[in-house]
């Protein structure tokens, strides 16, 4: 059976342009092609008005990071969790207006504020570029307790696709370098490895949407030409230890690529004593967060593992 005949029904009617507008060898477009032909499939969303939005710049000593923190204009609270969110797109393609509806649809469920990153993109800056960025911005946020109103001892990490990669890299990172390690990490349908022969990479490698080709294509940009490695801060499933990673979800599409290695991370972080919660969306495929208001399971997942996340920082929530 044609994988796109168990896609969900309704989940098929979601997607139907884009698969019939998808591009048979987009593995083939060169990057900068490639972000423009997704640039322009993509529509920023407008924050309500009760959400202020400031696109700010992190300065180190090395480089600039371009940010943008979402606030809730009447943030009565102090000292709440804040949201790190690192947007997806196979380390190449994706920016801050990119995933800027889940940025709105986090500070809005939560009432956190919510920085979301724009790291560098391969392959102008490969592997390691992303990471720096990201465990920087984390390093930044530590330190905004008084200008956000937040407690650096709650900071949530969340990521999708290659963003979830890059999400739990920098908690790796922080916890090898006793750096401000996040209180939790939010991973959706994350990369966690450059294994191309894994159970999901064998029975979804046509997708739909991504496949096994643009996988490897990606990472042959984020890597300077190279398709795997065994640098944990590039594919963190081959790290030697897990242990004394914050508490984790993983969050997983049932018709993904993706699914295999994301769910192997989990049963190593399992395994190694870290406080982990897997969700499956079923009968969805990789990417579905940008459905999240209008399917069901979509919705189901995204409320249980966010809740998950704000049980753990002790801060509750109500469904929408």
């Known amino acids: 059976m044609n994988i796109t005949e168990r896609i969900d029904a309704k989940y098929l009617s979601l997607i139907q342009s884009a698969l019939d507008n998808a591009l048979p060898n987009s593995h083939l477009l060169s990057p900068k092609t490639l972000r423009a032909v997704r640039n322009a499939q993509q529509t920023t969303i407008t924050p309500p008005?009760?959400?202020?939005?400031?696109?700010?710049?992190?300065?180190?000593?090395?480089?600039?990071?371009?940010?943008?923190?979402?606030?809730?204009?009447?943030q009565t609270e102090q000292n709440t969790p804040v949201l790190i969110f690192l947007h997806g797109g196979g380390f190449v393609v994706g920016n801050l207006d990119t995933h800027q509806g889940t940025c709105i649809r986090f500070c809005k469920d939560t009432s956190?504020?919510?920085?979301?990153?724009?790291?560098?993109?391969?392959?102008?800056?490969?592997?390691?570029?992303?990471?720096?960025?990201?465990?920087?911005?984390?390093?930044?946020?530590s330190q905004q307790q008084e200008r956000l109103k937040i407690d650096p001892a709650r900071i949530a990490i969340v990521g999708e696709s290659a963003g979830g990669n890059l999400a739990t890299v920098t908690a790796l990172m922080a916890r090898d370098r006793n750096g401000p390690l996040p209180a939790f990490q939010l991973l959706f349908y994350p990369v966690t490895d450059c294994n191309f022969t894994n159970p999901s990479y064998v029975n979804f490698k046509d997708g739909p949407l991504l496949t096994a080709r643009q996988m490897e294509a990606y990472w042959s940009h984020y890597l300077n030409g190279e398709k795997t490695t065994d640098n944990p801060y590039a594919a963190p499933l081959r790290a030697n230890t897990l242990k004394g990673m914050p508490p984790t979800a993983i969050v997983t599409a049932e018709f993904d690529v993706l699914r295999s290695e994301a769910e192997a991370y989990a049963v190593r972080l399992k395994a190694e004593g870290v406080a982990i919660q897997e969700f499956r969306a079923e009968g969805i495929i990789h990417g579905f967060m940008k459905h999240v208001e209008t399917h069901p399971e979509a919705n189901r997942i995204y409320i249980a593992a966010r809740n998950s996340m704000t049980l753990a920082l002790k801060i509750n929530t109500e469904e929408s």
């Not at 400031?54 to 371009?66: K, L, P, Y």
């Not at 592997?127 to 465990?135: G, I, L, R």
């Open 112 to 141: 956190w504020p919510v920085i979301s990153v724009d790291y560098r993109l391969a392959p102008e800056h490969p592997f390691p570029a992303a990471t720096d960025d990201c465990y920087d911005v984390l390093c930044w946020v």
């Open 49 to 74: 008005e009760n959400i202020v939005i400031d696109d700010e710049i992190v300065v180190t000593a090395q480089r600039e990071i371009n940010i943008r923190v979402y606030r809730q204009i009447q």
